[in-house]
């Protein structure tokens, strides 16, 4: 299991790290993670644990411009986000001081799913979040941020259909100079947008 910093949270006398299965918390579509929470009651006090999930998180950003009556033109920014899996963490019950206790769950990374992306108009960011609700304190919350890589699945029929060109308003768009006509994960594409 590999652990990181923003895996973990130590707010409200509980601290929450979060441990993944997954090397450089790089996932692909369609598989299972194993994750492992461990959770320390930092606190003289014994606590209650009334609710405890974790989520597979997928976060869509996306810029668009828009325009109002007068003519101005503005940039906005929407950001909606999809709860991809979940599991409950049955029978925490209280915590002593001092005691800590270990948990792992397995979360299923979709199928078909867009991968995480990072432009400038789009952006798909996935993470894992744990969130324990104890008895007369605030939420408990870590996020754990991972890759998810798209398999692809419908590339070999993509690869031998050649590009298409598009005109609007006499505006016309082509690639010349692809350096590959597949896409794969890591590996940088290359060539001319000529508009």
């Known amino acids: 299991m590999s652990t990181s910093p923003s895996g973990s949270s130590g707010m409200s006398g509980l601290r929450l790290l ?9 996932v692909s ?14 606190d003289d006090v014994v606590v209650i644990v009334e609710q405890a999930t ?23 920014i929407e950001r ?3 709860v991809e899996d979940r599991s409950p963490l049955d029978g925490i019950g209280g ?31 996935w993470s894992v979040r744990a969130r324990i609700q104890a008895e007369g304190r605030p939420d408990t919350i870590a996020e754990r941020s991972i890759t998810v890589r798209s398999r692809a699945l419908q590339c070999a029929a993509d690869a031998t259909t050649p590009p298409e ?14 350096s590959a006509r597949t896409i794969l994960p890591g590996i940088p594409l290359t060539g001319n947008l000529h508009i």
Do not use: C, H, W
């Open 165 to 178: 060109e598009a005109a609007r308003r006499g505006v016309t768009m082509s690639f010349e100079g692809l």
């Open 80 to 82: 909606v986000e999809t």
């Open 95 to 125: 915590l002593i001081p001092g005691e800590t206790l270990d948990r792992e769950v397995k979360l299923t990374i979709p199928t078909q799913g867009p991968g995480t992306t990072a432009g400038r108009i789009i952006q798909v960011q």
């Open 29 to 42: 579509e369609g598989a299972v993670l194993a994750v492992s929470l461990r959770l320390t009651e930092t």
């Open 54 to 76: 974790v989520e597979l998180v997928r976060t869509l950003t996306y810029a668009y411009r828009r325009g109002n009556a007068y003519g101005s033109v503005n940039t906005g």
């Open 18 to 26: 979060i441990s993944l299965d997954a090397p450089d918390d790089l």
